[in-house]
């Protein structure tokens, strides 16, 4: 079997993928700031022959999980960001700052996509860019819904936007706390991603098909204008693009993957960015 760790800010998420078959067989979720109890929390190692990991949590937690794994696990393949890998140049100044999740989304987007806007809906939601040739532009850092509701520090951290709640009643001003919270938050995410995917593909002068992931991905998803896919899995897809380790990943095939949104065209985008720009 082979174990792929997405260690994130607020949730660590791992799953256990059958390495002749590539199916997915079973996933769960820890909270990163917590200990973890072996057995309940992470898998029997015992049937891992491989692990692949992305991790931005503080280095200090990623070389002990690295260790802890190094001594039961024989092949551990731990992603970095770099100046470039599958075709993309990294954007950043310092490459090696550039969150991991982050280069893992954008990897697994442009494998699947080519040039595509990479959203992950996390701790922070994170919004980059890569073009038809490979070229990654950088992005975008702003709270995730669920800080941006801590930091209002009015008792709502744990009401959760329903994922499936009708797009239009967060459109509603509030009656009460947690609706003015929740629509607020949610209409700051949505307007925040709709405005920059905008901008981005008006000034480079291209469409580019969205992909969003992280765990408030279908809520924001909701209310994102342009055509667009949710894939849970495309942190690990870019895992999958680094360490291919099965028949299907060597084949360039990703678990998971959606269908590739068809953008829509250029002109439109422009069209409501010139619209939003006269409100
Ligand atoms: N089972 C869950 N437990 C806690 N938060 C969850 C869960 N499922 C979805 N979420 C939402 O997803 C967010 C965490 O998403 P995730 O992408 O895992 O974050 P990160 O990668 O930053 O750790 C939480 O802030 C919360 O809004
Ligand atoms: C921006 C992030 C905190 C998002 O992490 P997450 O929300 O997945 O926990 C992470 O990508 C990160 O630590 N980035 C390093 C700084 C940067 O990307 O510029
Ligand atoms: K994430």
């Known amino acids: 079997m082979i174990l792929d760790l997405d260690i994130g800010n607020t949730l660590s998420k791992w799953r256990l993928k059958d390495a002749d078959s590539s199916e997915i067989r079973s996933r769960g979720a820890v909270w990163t700031r917590e200990e973890w109890k072996p057995g309940s929390d992470i898998p029997d190692l015992d049937v ?77 939601i994170t919004i980059d860019f890569v073009l038809p040739g490979g070229r990654h532009l950088g992005g975008y850092i702003l709270p995730g819904l669920r800080l941006m509701k801590e930091s209002l520090k009015l008792g709502t951290r744990n009401v959760a936007i329903d994922p499936d709640s009708e ?49 408030d991905a279908r809520v924001v998803a909701r209310g994102v204008h342009s055509p667009h896919a949710v894939w849970p899995d495309m942190v690990y897809g870019g895992l999958e693009a680094c360490f291919p380790l099965t028949a299907a990943e060597r084949a360039g095939r990703m678990s998971g993957a959606p269908r590739v949104p068809a953008p829509a065209g250029l002109e439109k985008i422009r069209a409501g960015l010139a619209f939003s720009m006269l409100l």
Do not use: F
């Open 167 to 215: 797009a239009e009643e967060l459109l509603l001003p509030g009656k009460r706390t947690v609706e003015a919270v929740n629509h607020g938050i949610y209409l700051a995410a949505v307007s925040a991603v709709n405005r920059i995917y905008a901008e981005v593909c008006d000034r480079e002068g291209v469409a580019l098909p969205m992909l969003l992931t992280g765990g």
């Open 48 to 124: 891992v022959e491989a692990v692949r990991i992305s991790s931005v949590a503080r280095q200090a937690v990623l070389e002990q999980t690295v260790r802890l794994l190094q001594s039961r696990v024989r092949g551990v393949h731990v992603a970095r960001s770099v100046p470039e890998a599958l075709g993309v140049v990294n954007g950043y100044e310092e490459p090696h700052r550039l969150g991991v999740d982050r280069w893992m989304g954008v990897l697994a987007g442009y494998q699947l996509a080519g040039g595509c806007c990479a959203v992950d809906c996390g701790s922070a």
